[in-house]
């Protein structure tokens, strides 16, 4: 029995690429459908539900390293999430029951304390993982929380499949660990750090990366961080901070604009060679 050419052309879109499938089949039902879905992708909301993989490796190309043996049917069961700056992706003590790749945008890894206090752990960059370190210790519940400090993409799968996948690739096992033994390496080398050299020293290394990470505008610096944020990020406490950025003020080492220390190209360069000079 010949098949509907209305059928064969709706066939033809359901199987179509992502680019392919905008194209004009002829057919008003198609036409509908196409309509339909640029309605969906319009609503930024809807649009992070409707992304679809092939789209996210289009926007992020060193994602399909990661990705290249993944197991096909994976790639039918992931979900992908878009998070504004300052939002709680990944709540330390919280069962877990998902891995997540950070596919764009900076974060920062957070130890809360039942006190109030908080410390921050270490900042990653894209691409990094959600969930890992908890999954490969066999441990059911996180020991840090997550926090966005940009907008952040982020592919989630479940952990059963995470653990279905890792055991079936050994490509992807080797990045993740890779990533593990990278983070872990970095903090080895930097611990001991905040017990052993002075205030003003710890500022000026953070100052510094800040300035080398997030590359402000303009020709004075502006250090975009409050002093509880400083406190968070270096381990100085408020009292202390306040007590070492007046006395780099005075010295000419900072300034101050609005509240939050500034640096000029020349005094950016003075504690470049400072630090280099002393490691």
């Known amino acids: 029995e010949e098949v509907p050419e209305e059928l064969v052309r709706f066939l033809r879109f359901v199987r179509a690429d992502l680019t392919e499938s905008q194209q004009d089949f002829q057919d008003d039902f198609v036409r509908q459908l196409q309509r339909t879905i640029q309605k969906i992708k319009a609503s930024r909301d809807m649009e992070e539900r409707f992304m679809t993989l092939e789209e996210l490796i289009r926007e992020v190309p060193e994602l399909e390293g990661y990705l290249r043996f993944m197991p096909e049917e994976l790639k039918l069961r992931y979900t992908i999430k878009t998070y504004p700056p300052g939002t ?13 790749i950070v596919c764009k945008g900076y974060h920062r890894v957070i130890n809360e304390f039942e006190n109030g206090n908080v410390f921050m752990i270490e900042r ?4 990094d ?5 908890t999954i490969l210790a066999e441990k059911e519940k996180t020991s840090v929380t997550i926090e966005t400090l940009t907008e952040c993409t982020v ?28 983070k872990l390496y ?27 990470e997030r590359k402000p505008e303009g020709e004075v610096k502006v250090i975009s961080r ?39 190209r020349e005094q950016y360069q003075r504690m470049k060679e400072y630090l280099k000079q002393n490691p």
């Open 88 to 100: 709680i992706i990944h709540q330390k003590d919280e069962v877990l029951s998902y891995f997540g």
């Open 124 to 127: 990653n960059d894209p691409i």
């Open 129 to 133: 993982f959600v969930g890992e370190v």
């Open 155 to 182: 592919l989630y799968f479940s952990r059963k499949d995470f653990e279905w996948w890792i055991s079936q690739d050994i490509h992807f096992l080797r990045l993740v660990s890779h990533k593990v033994a990278y």
């Open 186 to 212: 970095r903090s080895s080398y930097n611990r001991g750090r905040r017990l052993f050299y002075p205030p003003q020293h710890l500022l000026m290394v953070y100052l510094t990366q800040y300035i080398e």
């Open 226 to 264: 409050t002093r509880q944020e400083l406190y968070e990020e270096t381990g100085i406490s408020i009292k202390t901070l306040n007590r070492t950025i007046q006395k780099m003020k005075a010295e000419g080492a900072v300034g101050i604009y609005k509240g939050k220390i500034s640096l000029t």
